[in-house]
C-alpha cells in the first residue's frame, strides 16, 4: 500500500488548476449581499425557498429558472463559481464543452425546479384551516401554472392531482388531512431532487479537473518497471481509455491533479497504487509503486501513441500485471 509520507508528498504536489479565472473577465458582476455556505453542511434550503418564494412561485411562466439561479439562487446556496460560469459571455465551443456548461445548465435548472417544488408544499402546508378563499385559490393557480412543468419527466402527477382536489373540494377542517399525502409526495421528490443537484453542481470544479487529468493521461503508453523486492525490470504496455469510457483493463481509481497522477489497481492478487508525474511536455510519467505483496520501486513511462476515439482503431488494452 501507498505510505502516508509518500502520499502527502503527492499531493504536496498537486497545482490545482483555477477555473473561474479565465471567465471572471466575461461573467456578469455578482450580486450583493452573497452568504457563503460551510463545505461541510448542506445550506439551508427551506430557508431560501420562503426567502425567495414569490419568484419561485412564479415560475416558470413569470420568469427564467437559469437566471434566477445565475442571479439568487446559485450565490444563496454556495454555487458563485457556477453562477459566475452560466453567466460567462463569449466562451468557445470547446471551452463551454471543457466546463461542461451543457451539465451545468441542466443541472441548475433542475435545482431550481426542485426547489420551486418544495416553496410549493410550504405554501399548501400554510394553508391551515384558517386559510381564506384567496389565499387558497393563489395556491390552485400556482399548481395549474407549474402542472406541466413540474410533471415533465417525474412521477409528480398524480400527487399534485391529488393535491388540487384536496384544497378545492375539502371543507377546510379536513383539508390538512385530505393533502398531507401529496404534499409528502411532492416534498420527497423535491428534496432528492434539491440534494442531488447541488453536490453536483458543488463538485462541479472538481469533476472538471478530473476530465482534463484523464484527457490528458489518455493513450498509450510504454512502462519500464523495476521491482527493488526482486530486482526484476519489466516493460509493460499500459492503455488509458478516453474521458467517459472504460478499458476492458482499467485503474479502479486515477487522480490527476496538475502533473501528478495517483494510480489504485485492484486485482486478484492484491492492490497496488503508483504515484506518477507528468514530464517532457506531457510525454513522459516517471515515479514509484508500491503493493499489498511487499513490491515496490520505479516506474518509467513514455508515450507511445496519442488518445483513441471510440470505434477508431482502438487497440486492445494490454493486461496490467502486479508488479
Not at 384551516?129 to 398524480?158: N, Y
Not at 411532492?186 to 472538481?206: C, G, P, S
Not at 472538471?208 to 516493460?235: D, F, M, P, Y
Request: contains cysteine; charged residues 20%.
Amino acid at each position: 500500500m501507498l505510505n502516508h509520507p509518500v502520499r502527502r508528498l503527492l499531493i504536496a504536489c498537486c497545482v490545482a488548476t483555477s477555473l473561474a479565472a479565465g471567465i471572471a473577465a466575461g461573467a456578469d458582476e455578482p450580486p450583493p449581499q452573497v452568504q457563503p455556505t460551510l463545505a461541510d453542511r448542506l445550506p439551508a434550503f427551506q430557508d431560501l425557498v420562503r426567502v425567495t418564494a414569490a419568484p419561485l412561485a412564479a415560475l416558470p411562466t413569470q420568469g427564467d429558472p437559469l437566471s434566477l439561479f445565475k442571479a439568487v439562487i446559485g450565490p444563496q446556496l454556495g454555487l458563485q463559481d457556477v453562477a459566475l460560469t452560466l453567466g460567462a459571455k463569449g466562451l468557445t465551443a470547446a471551452m463551454s464543452q471543457e466546463l461542461m456548461i451543457s451539465d451545468l445548465t441542466r443541472s441548475a435548472k433542475e435545482l431550481v425546479r426542485g426547489l420551486a417544488a418544495l416553496q410549493l408544499t410550504q405554501a399548501a402546508r400554510d394553508l391551515g384551516t384558517s386559510a381564506g378563499t384567496e389565499q387558497r385559490d393563489g395556491v390552485q393557480r400556482q399548481i395549474d401554472a407549474q402542472r406541466a412543468w413540474l410533471t415533465e419527466g417525474t412521477a409528480l402527477e398524480p400527487a399534485l392531482h391529488q393535491l388540487l382536489l384536496g384544497i378545492k373540494d375539502s371543507p377546510p377542517q379536513d383539508m390538512t388531512v385530505s393533502i398531507n399525502g401529496a404534499i409528502a409526495h411532492i416534498e420527497t421528490w423535491a428534496m432528492d431532487t434539491v440534494h442531488r443537484e447541488w453536490f453536483r453542481l458543488y463538485n462541479w470544479k472538481d469533476q472538471v479537473r478530473q476530465q482534463r487529468g484523464l484527457a490528458r493521461l489518455c493513450g498509450t503508453w510504454q512502462w519500464s518497471i523495476h521491482n527493488h523486492q526482486n530486482h526484476r525490470e519489466e516493460k509493460t504496455s499500459v492503455i488509458f481509455a478516453p474521458p467517459g469510457t472504460v478499458a476492458s483493463i482499467s485503474p479502479a481509481e486515477i487522480t490527476v491533479l496538475g502533473d501528478s497522477v495517483y494510480l489504485r489497481w485492484e486485482t486478484r492478487a492484491g492492490v497496488q497504487e503508483d504515484s506518477l508525474l507528468f514530464s517532457a511536455e506531457g510525454q513522459r510519467l516517471e515515479g514509484t509503486f508500491v503493493n499489498t505483496a511487499g513490491g515496490w520501486g520505479s516506474i518509467t513511462g513514455k508515450r507511445t501513441a496519442t488518445c483513441f476515439k471510440n470505434g477508431g482503431g482502438q487497440p486492445a488494452p494490454a493486461q496490467r500485471r502486479h508488479h
